[in-house]
């Protein structure tokens, strides 16, 4: 890793870069409403229906408001707060903060350059950014068929994994405790309990067995009696010089717990597994559809400028804004209701629809109007069938 006291060219880039990124997500949180659909389109400043102007059937279905002209400008700082509610509902969104902040946070360690430890912990920080920036790159697998519906299931069995540490949480705890209790006397310091407690039964679970509950292996020199080293305390002994803690307690207390994560806990987890997995499969097709729905209309709700030169439509969306304050005129206040092509384009889409709807219902009733004068054929010939069978018979008893 290129990392000097001073920043070279390629990392002022990366700044640079960054920068932008942070400008476009900015602006994501504040029209998220329409990133994410919690809200409808835009709506004019009065209803259309006071002008006479036709609505789409879409557009009727929501209502709209009445005139307030310029008024609801008072209402933007509570939208930007919904905004950025709905923002942060999103996972990915929050990698990206995230990642962000971490970001900053590096910069402002790496610029103490003249501090070591500082400079350090600004590489340690830019260390942990690059893994959640790496892990951000999995959302473009969302457009993948067989992939995509897959980060679903991710997402779910990290749910099940979250349920899942309190059950293992609660036999880790118990087994540390009481390891830790029977083992070591007094031990004051905080870190080795940690170690002692949480991390080395933890580590049990995949199979690595504790080598200090057996007297026969034990190894004091990898231990301390006083606590001044970075070991861990050692086990009490007796007047012979040997481990006290009795065997038939702390090897069958080792073999029931790992019998009790690594078959039965595990097992539980996998089983989970499996059956989010299978949940998921069912509606694959329908997963993967709406994961590139949303995908489609967050990325339609971005600039049509690439990333590396998106900064220059933020130049000029502020430059265009300023001009427009400037020039505009205060005394006169616009409340006429104005609607985009794309209403037009609606309507004509329901029209089809509407159309081929009505077409759908006139076939289907034709067919259902035919099936059910077959059917009546066909039990009318059943039912002179029936008549010549019984006359057959009534002749054959007389």
Known sequence: MDFHSVPHPPELVLYALVFVLFCDEVRQALLSSVVMGTSAAPSPACSPQAHGVRVPLLHSQRGWPPCRGT????????????????????????????????????????????????????????????????????????????????????????????????????????????RQGILRQNEHRWRWIFRSVIYEPYLAMFGQVPSDVDGTTYDFSHCTFTGNESKPLCVELDEHNLPRFPEWITIPLVCIYMLSTNILLVNLLVAMFGYTVGTVQENNDQVWKFQR?????????????????????????????????????????????CFKNEDNMTL?????????????????ANDTSEEMRHRFRQLDTKLNDLKGLLKEIANKIK
């Open 71 to 178: 008024s609801e400008r008072k209402r933007w700082p509570s939208q930007w707060y919904v905004n950025g509610v709905s923002y942060f509902t999103d996972l990915w969104n929050v990698m990206d903060t995230l990642g962000l902040f971490y970001f900053i946070a590096g910069i402002v360690f790496r610029l103490h350059s003249s501090h070591k430890t500082s400079l350090y912990s600004g590489r340690v920080i830019f260390c942990l950014d690059y893994i959640i920036f790496t892990l951000r790159l999995v959302h473009i697998f969302t457009v993948s068929r067989n992939l995509g519906p897959k980060i679903i299931m991710l997402q779910r069995m990290l749910i099940d994994v979250f349920f899942f540490l309190f059950l293992f949480a609660v036999w880790m705890v118990a087994f540390g405790v009481a």
């Open 293 to 337: 729905y949303f995908l489609v209309k967050e990325y339609c709700s971005r600039l049509n400028v690439p990333f590396p030169f998106v900064v220059l439509a933020y130049f000029y969306m502020v430059v265009k804004k300023c001009f427009g304050c400037c020039c505009q005129d205060r005394g006169v206040e616009s409340s006429a209701c």
């Open 348 to 364: 004509a889409w329901e029209g089809v629809m509407k159309e081929n709807y009505l077409v759908k219902i006139n076939t289907k």
